[in-house]
């Protein structure tokens, strides 16, 4: 525990009224989020990771009790030589701000920015990358669901994720904790459409992989050294059928028993690691 004078500059926040109270919270909605270009990001790991990540972090505020342990002063420590603005607040006030039922006493604004189109310089870097595989999660609306697969993105090596409408917001707090921001990291680029995306990629080149239970291959019987997008589709409706008739084709995980399908995180993450294996395999030559 940390004991002296604190080595930080704080404003002590106590009304729900105040208008860094207010801001935090509106970053609740995608619409101010994007009008913001922030996020918010609890406990003491992720807002390390975002640090670390290289973002700027506009504001934090903390509880008491954060800042009495070790690694609590030696983050806010930090977050004062980065320049953010530092508010302590009481912990009924921080929950009421957070999305976490269980907070963990300290709360971020986080700078980030919207994806950027994917052009066909950046489809090219795709190809040259170790693990030439981009994910498209189409339409998929579970915070939990994208967060994991962008943190299997980053896990498995893959060159990034294209996102399209009607797909939840990457940077929704509960999708950042999903990916243990992993979202703060990996490359993000968007589209009009999954059919677009999968056009493009096929003009540069790629092979255009659809995620269906009925799918005419099984995942290792695809060759994943060539380079390919990978779409797998939202918890209903799954990919949608534009998209599908713009694919090479459709990839099936192969399952037993009476489970027919698993949700989009599972499929996504699988077909990323069989792509990540193929290739390890492949250099291990």
């Known amino acids: 525990m940390a004991s002296g004078a604190a080595a930080w500059p704080a404003a002590v926040i106590r009304s729900p009224q105040n208008e860094r109270i207010k801001r935090l919270r509106k970053l609740h909605e995608r619409r101010h989020r994007n009008a913001l270009e922030a996020t918010l990001v609890e406990g003491r790991r992720f807002v390390e990771e975002a640090l670390a990540a290289g973002r700027r972090?506009?504001?934090?505020?903390?509880?008491?009790?954060?800042?009495?342990?070790?690694?609590?002063?030696?983050?806010?420590?930090?977050?004062?030589?980065?320049?953010?603005?530092?508010?302590?607040?009481?912990?009924?006030?921080?929950?009421?701000?957070?999305?976490?039922?269980?907070?963990?006493?300290i709360l971020a604004e986080v700078e980030v920015e919207p994806p950027e189109p994917a052009d066909a310089s950046w489809w090219q870097a795709v190809r040259d990358a170790p693990v030439p595989v981009v994910l498209l999660p189409d339409r998929v609306q579970d915070p939990g669901n994208l967060g994991t697969l962008l943190r299997a993105v980053e896990g498995l090596g893959a060159a990034g994720a294209v996102l399209v409408p009607g797909t939840v917001d990457p940077f929704h707090p509960r999708a950042v904790r999903a990916a243990a921001a992993a979202s703060l990291r990996v490359a993000l680029r968007s589209a009009a459409s999954a059919a677009r995306a999968a056009e493009e990629a096929r003009a540069a080149g790629l092979e255009v992989w659809v995620a269906d239970a009925d799918g005419e291959l099984a995942s290792w019987e695809v060759d994943w050294s060539r380079p390919a997008l990978v779409l797998v589709g939202n918890e209903g409706a799954g990919v949608s059928p534009e998209a599908v008739r713009a694919a090479s084709g459709r990839v099936a995980i192969p399952l037993a028993g009476a489970v027919g399908s698993l949700n989009a995180a599972m499929a996504g993450t699988i077909l990323l690691y069989e792509a990540a294996r193929q290739l390890a395999s492949r250099r291990a030559r």
Not at 62 to 70: D, G, I, Q, V
Not at 84 to 93: F, N
């Open 57 to 105: 972090i506009r504001q934090v505020i903390f509880t008491e009790r954060f800042a009495a342990t070790a690694e609590g002063w030696r983050l806010l420590e930090r977050l004062t030589a980065a320049g953010t603005a530092l508010a302590q607040v009481p912990e009924a006030l921080l929950a009421d701000v957070a999305v976490t039922e269980t907070p963990q006493g």
